[in-house]
């Protein structure tokens, strides 16, 4: 196996608090290639909101440690060795649930993409993107959000043909969760949005796609593959 360094001491003087007052974000790398994680981990050692804690090497020692190292965010690799990135986020989760996890992956498919956010990450990074997008991600989901990259986004993006008007990252979020059948409120909790704005958003995709029901939009989301490797048997 090749050799990984990790860093479980905490650097006192590091990790004090920033000028705004904020902690920098403690960050987790775990990649089975030593040259990705160590080309990651020597750009987001720049910033200085940034802590490295850990770099890992497969999906079993971020499980094991976790709790130990108490990541704000975990880059995490999508196949590994021994435990792969879907179920190690699934497993992380359950132990330590703030950490916010960033899965990294040469595939750029909707079905990876898919069950990636069904698992519970809360972005979605190809390899081949600047380390500064990376950097971008982290910020991203320490402030709530989910994260995409611009080759996820255009994957998740469902094909519109007939020269409708496309649909908006936020309204392909909110199609790929009505059409498993999840109620307005549910969509709201997990969004962080109001039931209202979630009406409206449907109201507007049903016009944008030409569809008049829930069971239509569903319809259109597994005929269209946004609904593909979300673990929804229809």
């Known amino acids: 196996m090749n050799e990984h360094s990790q860093d479980t001491e905490k650097n006192a003087g590091f990790a004090q608090n920033l000028p ?3 902690p920098p974000a403690r960050v987790v790398i775990v990649d089975d290639h030593p040259m990705v994680a ?3 981990r020597s ?6 909101d940034i802590e490295i804690v850990a ?3 497969n999906g079993q020692e971020i499980i094991d440690q976790v709790e130990t190292l108490a990541p704000d965010v975990i880059l995490l690799d999508l196949n590994m060795p ?6 190690a986020t699934e497993i992380i989760l359950e132990r330590r649930p703030e950490t916010q996890i960033l899965i990294l992956s040469m ?3 909707l079905e990876y993409i898919t069950t990636a956010l069904r698992h519970g990450a809360r972005g979605y990074i190809l390899k081949d993107v600047p380390t500064e997008e990376i950097k971008r991600a982290i910020d991203t989901v320490m402030a709530g959000d989910r994260y995409l990259c611009g080759g996820a986004e255009a994957s998740l993006t469902p094909r519109i043909q007939d020269g409708r008007e496309p649909l908006t990252s936020r309204e392909q979020t909110i199609l790929l969760q009505l059409a498993q059948g999840l109620p307005n409120k549910h969509v709201a909790a997990a969004l962080d949005i109001s039931v209202r704005t979630v009406e409206t958003h449907r109201k507007n995709i049903k016009r944008k796609l ?7 939009l569903t319809r259109y989301a597994l005929e269209h593959g946004v609904l593909q490797g979300t673990g929804r048997d229809l």
Do not use: N
């Open 210 to 216: 030409g569809i008049s029901s829930t069971a239509g």
């Open 82 to 87: 021994q435990v792969g990135g879907l179920s």
């Open 107 to 109: 595939h750029d498919s």
């Open 55 to 57: 770099t890992l090497a």
């Open 38 to 40: 160590e080309g990651i």
């Open 43 to 48: 750009i987001l050692e720049t910033y200085d």
């Open 20 to 22: 705004g007052g904020s």
